[in-house]
């Protein structure tokens, strides 16, 4: 059974930080892109972050470039999340979500055919 499992979540203070993590079975892992997104209540799931499978190549919704930082670590299947400088509008459910028989980075939620059941993130300010 294909598995993607969040952690990392949790209450932090404007200006704080957290590390997301997103363990993937193998079969889900290898050879494949990964990306985080997010949904704030009331609002569309929007895209955050996405790395390749090498890790060579990311890409970054521009609201969190130069603050949040995704990384991989293959020999463990995976991916995480660092979130630095947090605001009150980084408040949302972080998801992780797999592609499929691509190594290559995307923006687009139709891309990506796994995904994790989300975990927790509020900014207080």
């Known amino acids: 059974q294909v598995q993607l499992v969040e952690s990392g979540g949790g209450l932090v203070q404007a200006g704080g930080s957290l590390r997301l993590s997103c363990a993937t079975s193998g079969r889900t892992f290898v050879n494949n892109a990964m990306a985080w997104f997010r949904q704030a209540p009331g609002k569309e799931r929007e895209f955050v972050a996405t790395?390749?499978?090498?890790?060579?190549?990311?890409d970054y919704t521009d609201s969190v470039k130069g603050r949040f930082t995704i990384s991989r670590d293959n020999a463990k299947n995976t991916v995480y999340l660092q979130m630095n400088s947090l605001q009150p509008e980084d408040t949302a459910v972080y998801s992780c979500a797999a592609r499929v028989g691509s190594p290559s980075i995307s923006r687009y939620q139709r891309m990506y055919y796994y995904w994790g059941q989300g975990t927790q993130v509020t900014v207080s300010s």
């Open positions: 790395i390749s499978w090498s890790g060579a190549n990311t």
